[in-house]
């Protein structure tokens, strides 16, 4: 079964416009959660992670958001350019463990 | 290159052939990891080496699929008697140490075509 839920499957956005994409999990030992961008024929890449000790991380135009006590992570791009349409991922992971739990994905087209 | 490279890059065989799907790890990384990545879905993990030796095989979903990674680095992710659900995209990754919140860098993928 899936350990993380990621929403919505697909959006569209203008240039310049705010992409959200939410995630959720129910595992509460999970601990790490990065967000990963997949470019069609590429592998993921890792964007942007965060730890459970902050509520916010920032680099750039990607924000991710973190509620602990509702188990749910988000990612936000700013100012979105046609260059960020691309798939992508949120994980999760246990500080003991090394393998990623992966989100469904999130196809994002930022329309010109 | 020194990024992590996987061959051949599309694979096409027939129901109940073998399969050899190789990658090559970032130099210098001891942990090596496979995920399968099915249409429209996330990766999902297969299997995670540290060194030379399978940390953890429990994602391979049955005795058909079998990896190695005898020397500590390129990796062999075999699959006997390929079924037509074993298509998709196999992804390697690998990371410097293996903790938890060492980025893993992936490889572009094999696409695997069961007919």
């Known amino acids: 079964q899936q350990q993380v839920k990621q929403s919505p499957q697909s959006l569209i956005v203008q240039k310049g416009g705010i992409s959200i994409i939410n995630c959720a999990y129910e595992n509460t030992a999970f601990d790490y959660f990065p967000w990963y961008q997949q470019f069609p024929g590429k592998g993921p890449a890792l964007l942007i992670a965060?730890?459970?000790?902050?509520s916010e991380k920032k680099e750039g135009r990607f924000t991710i958001s973190f509620n602990k006590s509702a188990k749910q992570f988000s990612l936000h791009i700013m100012d979105s350019q046609p260059g960020d349409s691309a798939t992508y991922f949120c994980a999760a992971s246990r500080s003991n463990d090394y393998k990623l739990s992966f989100g469904a994905g999130t196809t994002v087209t930022v329309r010109a | 290159g020194a990024g992590v490279s996987q061959t051949p890059s599309n694979k096409v065989t027939e129901k109940g052939k073998y399969v050899e799907l190789r990658c090559d790890p970032i130099?210098?990384?001891?942990?090596l990891y496979w995920y399968r990545q099915s249409l429209g879905q996330g990766p999902e993990f297969l299997i995670y080496f540290q060194g030379t030796g399978a940390a953890d095989d429990s994602g391979l979903p049955n005795d058909r699929f079998f990896a190695v990674r005898p020397e500590g680095s390129v990796s062999t992710l075999k699959i006997q008697r390929t079924e037509r659900g074993d298509s998709a995209v196999y992804l390697c990754a690998s990371s410097l140490l293996g903790a938890s919140t060492d980025t893993q860098y992936f490889g572009p993928g094999t696409r695997l075509t069961v007919l």
């Open positions: 965060i730890r459970p000790d902050v």
């Open positions: 130099s210098g990384h001891t942990a």
